[in-house]
């Protein structure tokens, strides 16, 4: 999508052929599952958790890793001394339990893979920060911390790095049937729930603009805050908007966490359907820096980050209004931005004259 991403490290299209090939392969054994009474629903695959029936009770599983973050928050305390390892530990959270409530699954349960390339890592307070970022995400999302692995993986990892991951599982309560996008219709209203910043996606882009950056992290913005500081803002974690939407009754037909491929992913439904958007959120100031500062054209910025959107909700015609609603009271800023339509699958941005076809997000 975007050369100013490749350059960075992050070719998407190689990456997901590389992830339909898994699938493929991945598909051949869902007759494994059955073996042990439980039924894996082949139309999640693809989705951003699995969706699995066993014993009367239906659960999403997702694993998901938090990218290169840590690396910035690592250069930032270098640079300024400054811990920002309890937003990374929140970030990881949020980068699995918003995956798992995408299926309408919400998590109980979340486990960590902290892998580090010397037990070094582990001096200072960085490692209680971290822990102390994780803990306060699995609160605010609902989920027990149930454990994890930490290994120290010398000659892998770099001796001053952090790799970071989790899983989480996630039960769909039993008055609601999993979001696959099978409920999707034409005249449904799109909800885009406002992200803090970055997030999880996008660190690679971001590294890379930093090096080029004769002040590096310390580059300031027009706010006067650090590019640093401003890269390190925690995550939003959404589970809490999916619960009560779910409780509340609205129709919530499907969901997307807005992070690889940008606004792209609000077709990630396997659908033909056309979803157009009318109004677009604000852009956090650290997202428009970036798009500057990487020459991305409206097309790659909004095809590649967030752009202020870290959520979507696809809801029934005419609930979109109370979801904003009930967003608001649980501390979210959201608005109803636009609608599915019959026709092609494709995204239509209407403000940036901006269209993403569906051989532009690939992923069965």
Do not use: Q
């Amino acid at each position: 999508m975007s050369s100013a991403y490749e350059r960075a490290g992050v070719d998407y299209a190689t990456l997901d052929a590389a992830k339909r090939v898994a699938l493929a392969s991945a598909l051949s054994t869902t007759a494994f599952a059955a073996r042990r009474g439980a039924h894996l629903d082949d139309a999640s695959r693809g989705e951003p958790a699995v969706v699995v029936e066993v014993a009367g009770v239906t659960i999403g599983f997702v694993l998901e890793c938090l990218g290169t973050k840590s690396t910035i928050a690592r250069d930032y305390e270098t640079l300024t001394g400054a811990d920002r390892f309890d937003a990374i530990g929140y970030d990881t959270v949020a980068a699995v339990v918003n995956d798992c409530c995408c299926v309408g699954a919400l998590p109980f349960v979340v486990n960590a893979y902290f892998a580090t390339g010397s037990a070094s890592w582990y001096s200072g307070t960085r490692h209680a920060s971290l822990v102390a970022g994780f803990r306060r995400a699995c609160e605010d999302a609902g989920a027990a911390w149930g454990g994890g692995e930490s290994p120290t993986l010398a000659g892998l990892v770099a001796d001053e790095a952090i790799d970071l991951a989790g899983s989480a599982v996630g039960l769909v309560p039993a008055t609601a049937r999993p979001l696959l996008g099978a409920a999707l219709e034409p005249g449904d209203e799109i909800v885009l729930v406002a992200s803090s910043g970055l997030h999880a996606n996008g660190a690679s882009l971001a590294r890379a603009v930093a090096d080029r950056l004769s002040e590096g992290l310390l580059a300031p913005l027009a706010s006067g805050r650090s590019l640093g500081d401003a890269l390190l803002d925690e995550s939003v974690v959404y589970v809490s908007l999916v619960e009560r939407a779910l409780e509340r009754g609205i129709g919530l037909h499907y969901a997307s966490h807005v992070t690889g491929h940008g606004l792209r992913k609000l077709m990630r439904a396997d659908r033909e359907l056309t979803y157009r958007v009318e109004r677009l959120p604000a852009v956090p100031e650290v997202l428009a820096f970036l798009a500057e500062a990487a020459e991305l054209s409206a097309r790659d910025a909004y095809g590649t980050l967030n752009m202020g959107a870290g959520f979507a909700c696809f809801v029934a015609p005419g609930d979109g209004a109370t979801l904003v609603e009930v967003a608001r009271d649980l501390g979210y800023r959201a608005e109803v931005s636009g609608t599915v339509e019959s026709g092609p699958r494709r995204v239509v941005l209407e403000p940036l004259d901006v269209t993403y076809d569906a051989d532009e997000l690939e992923l069965r």
